[in-house]
Each structure stands twice: as C-alpha cells, then as structure tokens.
C-alpha cells in the first residue's frame, strides 16, 4: 500500500497548495511592523530642507531623481501588504492636502516602533491601540492651542507667499523665496471669488528647457509648446471661438462611390466642397472671430480661407486644456464646425506666438485681475531638475488651497511636536490605566520629526532634542530645529531670519507649517498604525496562474 503524506494540522489544511499563512505576534506583528519601520526608514532620509533625494526607475525603466515622497511612493511597487497600508495612508494624505506625505510615513514608523516594545514588555495589541487613539484625540486638542498667525488677506501676495515659504522651502532649499512669491502671484491671479472653490488644477506648469530656474516667470493665461498652424502669430483683444472638431468638411458614416465621366464634372465635385468649407469659414469670420483654437486636425483646403481671412488658428490636442482655454477666455466649446452665437464667442486680451530658450510657444493671456488659468513657466538646465521644481510648486500651490480651509499654521522645524511631545508626557501621568505607557510612547513617536531633521543636517540627534526639550520646559514653544548652524542648535521659528538675498519679502518668513496638513498628518500616521496592530493573521491565496512575466530584456512595457 502507497504510504500517503497527512495534511499539517490547524487553519493551513483548509487552504490550497501554496498559500501563505502568518497568524500571532512573532509571524504576523512583528513582520509587520519590521516591514513598516524599513519603509519609513528609507523616506526619513529625504525629509526636510537637506533630504537626501533618491535614484527611482519605474517599471517601464524612466528615471525619477527626487526627494519628494509622494512621487517615489507612486513609483515604487510595494508588495508587502502591511507596508502597503501606510502607502496608503500617505496617498490619502496626498489627496487630501497635496503635502505631508512624509511626515506621515515618519510618525506611523516611529508610532509601530515604540510599539513593538510595548508588546514584548507583555502588553496586548488591543490595549497599545485604546492608548494610541487616547494620545491622538489629546494630541489633535493640544495642536489647536499651537495654532495661530492667520493669513488675514489670501489676495495679498506678501502674506500668502510667506505662508507658503516652509512648504516650498522643503523641496527646494535656497530657492524658496523665489518660487514662493512666483506661487502666490499664480494662486491669487486664478482664486475665485468663493475661495472654497479654489481648484490646484487652475495654477498649469509650463516646463521649457534652457536658462537658470531664476529666469522662471507667472503668466495670466494659458502657454502652449507649439506654433500656431496659420500663417498669423498675434492678436490683440480679440474674439475667439473653440471648437472641440477638427476644422475640416465631416466624413459620411458610410462610403459611397462616385462616377465622374468628364473633367468638367471632376471641377464641379471638387468646388462643391471647396465652397462648403469656404462657407464655413466665412460664417466664422462674419461673427467676428480673430482667433480659433481647434482640438483636432486642421484641412489644408480650410486653412487656406482662414489663411486668407487672417485668422490665427491654436490648435489644442488635449480636451483638458481645450476646458482651460474655454475657462479662461469665457467661451463655450463647440462641439460641431458652425457659426458661433455672440454666447459662445470669448475675448482674449492678447494671443501671440514667441520664442522660449529654443522653443515656440503660443501664449493666451488675459491681463485683467482674474484671469481664472495662471501658467508658471519653469526654466531649468535639465528635465529632471524641472521634474523636481514642479513638484515643489504643486507642494506649495496645495498649501494655497490649504490656507483656503483653514488659514493658521503651527510652529515648524520640529517645535509643534516636541511642544505636542511634552503635553501628552504630562496627560499620561494623570492616566490611571494601561494606556499611560501607550500614551508616553506616543510622545516619544513625536520626537522622530526633529530628529530626522538634524540627523540629515548631519548633527547630532540626541543634543538638539536636549536643547529643544529645555527651550520648551523653559516656556518657548515655538523653538525648533536650526538646519543652517554646523552645531547642534536652536532657533526660535516665529522669528523672521535675515533676507537671504535682495529686498524678498519672503525671506523674512517665520518657519511655520500649515495647521491643516499638520492636523490630517496626525490623524493618517495614528490609524495607519493602529490598523496594522490590529491585524494578527495574514493569510495569503496562491497566485493564479499564467504565462511568466517577462524578464529584464522583453519589450513588453508592463514588465
């Protein structure tokens, strides 16, 4: 008789052949919170003004050089299912703020850290998460008290380009003056009336290559990298139409054929269509339209009568920007070639083809004081350097839209948390329960913010928090880290430090961070880590089948 291999015992005997199954603290918590902690340990190193960018080649092999979190996030392809909750958790905070998707990486990190030695010292997870989710509440109450300096005015540029000095200044450290003022001069051009209704997609990034970044400039209106297809490149208070069709005679659904005997007959088909398209053109021209933004291809026989005509043609492939420009002019797209209606005709102060660097632009722009679209032009010597500014931008163009919600900010450089650190060390005593210890260690968590800030300014952790934790005891809650002394220091950051360069105004910003981005932040790190504590199982199904994924060397872009 055959000998035959019993099944293993327990919960693996009732699934397939080749799933995985983790279950208690030392398989599944403690893999999971090593997984979390090697995450947030490989981002910690980019945060702040003197992060260490990262080199990240996607699966289609593009080349991504930043220090910008969020993008390498998106980029990376993480597997680990309890890693992939705290990405999560910072593409949450990405959608809701546009910033602070590192910060909550580090706090989640440093909260599963102090975590673990919770648990090996005996207590349960269920009781570590009660704690955590005590302090959170206390921490959130504690972090209303910091906030304060308001933006008063969101239409002063001064003001606004302080507010959002910090956030660039992460990205873009000795360049922050410059972008922060080109920010808020785009942001305030294109805020409508209700500031609610501020959309980030409003403030468009041009990218031109050539010249140094402090050549970039803000333009009211919208700038295209092409030529325009007639043989006209300005127009000044001009009407324009948009249409969404190509400009060309439209196609019969079904083909048909046509027998021609003679030459006479071949003249006669040929002007028949020649003269629909001329009366098409002239329709336009009589309801006063100087300039046509066309979303598809332009006839050669069309572009003859708008040629003759001096009609200036843009011609916009994408329907996004096709929306922009409609925005921008207050027109409405037409979806067919027709006269447009005096409803349907926008105005646009100029519209005029010129030379970037190397480049042809076309530009659209409005010089009234809302211009609905703003386009920042960026200039840099390579495409990965303009790639790293963008982002920067789009960093503080979501600071904009959080000031719009909520106009305070906090103490920054790491003062808010070790001030927040210190309130919830002082909560914990008068707790009587188990939670006091999951509550203290959620203040040490807190201490992971400034110290990743003066460990990548390649001082010493340990004294700066010495520093920063007597400054505070003594009463200054607004002390942070110092990231411009060679020496482990201070600063008071409601301070404004020395201009920088020139008369800025943005250099005399105070080091302040959004209250807003800082709130959520807070509130995403605390549930990301608490969900992974609560997962004592990982059960994983055996992958389906298929053919193997290619290797290295296929030429299949889904590798």
Known sequence: MAMSVPLPPGFASMLKDGAKHYQGLDEAVYRNIEACKELAKTTRSAFGPNGMNKIVINHIEKLFVTSDTATILSELEVQHP???????????????????????LILAGALLEEAEELLRMGLSPTEVIEGYEKAMDKALEYLGELKGNPV???????????????????????????????????????????????????????????????????????VFKRETETTRDEAVNAKVAVYSCPIELLSTETKGTVLINNAEELKSFSKGEENAIEQRIKDIVDSGVEVVVAGGKVHELALHYLNLNNILVVRVPSKFDLRRVARV???????????????????????????????????MKQTDEDSKIATIIIRGSTDSLMDDVERAIDDGVNTFKALTRDASSVPG??????????????????????EQYSIKKFADALEAVPKALAENCGVKSAEVLSQLYAAHQAGGFSTGVDIESELPSVTDTNKPSAPSGGDSVSSLAPIR????????????????????????????????????????QGDNDDD
């Open 413 to 434: 450089a790491g003062a808010a948390e070790i001030s927040l650190a210190l309130k919830l060390q002082k909560h914990a005593e008068t707790c009587p329960g188990m």
């Open 513 to 552: 961070d959004s209250y807003y981005v800082k709130w959520w932040a807070l509130k995403f790190a605390t549930k990301a880590a608490c969900t992974v504590l609560q997962v004592d199982q990982i059960i994983m199904a055996k992958p389906a089948g298929g053919p193997k994924a290619k290797g290295p």
């Open 82 to 104: 309890a890693a992939k909750l705290l990405v999560l958790a910072s593409q949450q905070q990405e959608k809701e703020c546009g910033d602070g998707t590192n910060l909550v």
């Open 329 to 363: 002019t207050k027109s409405t797209i037409l979806t067919q070639l027709v006269r447009p209606s005096p409803e349907d005709i926008g105005f646009i102060n100029s519209c005029y083809l010129t030379e970037i660097g190397e480049t042809n632009c076309v530009v």
């Open 152 to 222: 008063q005015n969101l239409r002063d540029e001064t003001e606004v380009a302080r507010a959002v000095n910090t956030s660039v200044c992460s990205k873009q450290y000795g360049y922050e003056d410059f972008l922060s003022e080109l920010i808020a001069k785009a942001c305030i051009s294109s805020l409508p009336a209700d500031k609610m209704h501020f959309n980030v997609d409003h403030v468009r990034i041009c990218k031109i290559l050539g010249s140094s970044l402090l050549s970039s400039e803000v333009c009211k209106g919208m």
